[in-house]
């Protein structure tokens, strides 16, 4: 049976963001973690992973783990305020 993990994608006309818990994301990038870029945010206990690089680094390392990666998009048609969040920094 294959474990899966749900998360939210946010998107707004330019770019989209996975939100997942910090604690989540260490667990399953290890020492990848660290390779998160800049272009992802961080706010509260929740780390928002850029859609072009760290959303797919998080899904490989996933995938190698056996587990599936879902998601729901919620998607605005302005600037997510996603943007305003602080650079993550691992």
């Known amino acids: 049976m294959k474990t899966s993990l749900k ?3 946010y998107a ?5 963001w996975l ?3 910090r604690e989540q994301a260490i ?4 020492p990848r973690f660290r ?4 272009y992802s ?3 509260g206990d929740s780390v928002y992973l850029e859609e072009d690089c760290d959303f797919g680094l998080l899904f490989e390392c996933a995938k190698a783990k056996g587990i599936e990666i879902k998601y729901a998009v919620k998607h605005t048609n302005r600037n997510s305020k996603i943007r305003n969040y602080e650079c993550f920094k691992p």
Do not use: A, C, M, N
């Not at 707004?12 to 989209?16: A, E, I, L, Q, S």
């Not at 390779?35 to 800049?38: A, C, H, Q, R, V």
């Open 7 to 9: 998360f939210v994608l």
């Open 12 to 16: 707004d006309p330019g770019h989209g």
């Open 19 to 21: 939100k997942v818990k």
């Open 27 to 30: 667990k399953l990038l290890g």
């Open 35 to 38: 390779e998160i870029t800049s």
């Open 41 to 43: 945010y961080q706010r």
